[in-house]
Antibody
Framework: EVQLVESGGGLIQPGGSLRLSCAAS????????MSWVRQAPGRGLEWVSA???????SYADSVKGRFTISRDNSINTLYLQMNSLRAEDTAVYYC?????????????WGQGTLVTVSS | QLVVTQSPSASASLGASVKLTCTLS???????IAWHQQQPEKGPRFLMK???????SKGDGIPDRFSGSSSGAERYLTISSLQSEDEADYYC????????FGGGTKLTVL
């Protein structure tokens, strides 16, 4: 059974940093395309970042240069390092596995972790 | 610019059918899309991917009541025999160099 469990969210001041983790089970992170998607309070879904099986990464313009996606193959875990956080980064962050046939199409989602950027 | 457009809301009666529409921007009418369901206070769930020719592939455990189709720039999600648990937000998504989500359709089951 595929499972994704996010952690690492919390309250952080503007300008601060936070690292989100996504522990995966039931499949191998390094063999799949993976994404982070976020949802601001009361808003819709926004794609944030993806990492491909070969290690290539991509980012939304809104986070480029501030966020870094990575993975630790030894513990089957995906990460999102978030620096220079802004109030507009406040959201629930979801980890997702992407379909083999469509690298940016999530086919399994985690339950999300809330990040609140506020002073 | 790659954009997907959805109506903000839809409603239908318990036991009836409803068809939700996702419209691709001009120049992108051959793109595949995915539908995701988000029930209140829950994370999203992948429903299906729909190709431009109307063929579709569902996520694990998605009931037969959910089906997909395509016509031109439009991609559809049809839900038949509506149940109370189908009341949710439905997001259309496509992709190019990055992922692109529509604004979502809030479905109310009357």
């Amino acid at each position: 059974e595929v499972q994704l469990v996010e952690s690492g969210g919390g309250l952080i001041q503007p300008g601060g940093s936070l690292r989100l983790s996504c522990a995966a089970s039931g499949f191998t992170v390094s063999s799949n395309y993976m994404s982070w998607v976020r949802q601001a309070p009361g808003r819709g879904l926004e794609w944030v970042s993806a990492i491909y099986s070969g290690g290539t990464t991509s980012y939304a313009d809104s986070v480029k240069g501030r966020f870094t996606i990575s993975r630790d193959n030894s513990i089957n875990t995906l990460y999102l390092q978030m620096n220079s956080l802004r109030a507009e980064d406040t959201a629930v962050y979801y980890c997702a596995r992407n379909a083999a046939s469509a690298p940016l199409n999530p086919d399994y989602w985690g339950q999300g972790t809330l990040v609140t950027v506020s002073s | 610019q790659l954009v997907v457009t959805q109506s903000p809301s839809a409603s239908a009666s318990l036991g009836a059918s409803v068809k939700l529409t996702c419209t691709l921007s001009s120049g992108h009418i051959y793109y595949a899309i995915a539908w995701h369901q988000q029930q209140p206070e829950k994370g999203p769930r992948f429903l299906m991917k729909i190709n431009s020719d109307g063929t579709h592939s569902k996520g694990d455990g998605i009931p037969d009541r959910f089906s997909g189709s395509s016509s031109g720039a439009e991609r559809y999600l049809t839900i038949s025999s509506l149940q109370s648990e189908d009341e949710a937000d439905y997001y259309c998504q496509t992709w190019d160099t990055g992922g692109v989500f529509g604004g979502g359709t809030k479905l109310t089951v009357l």
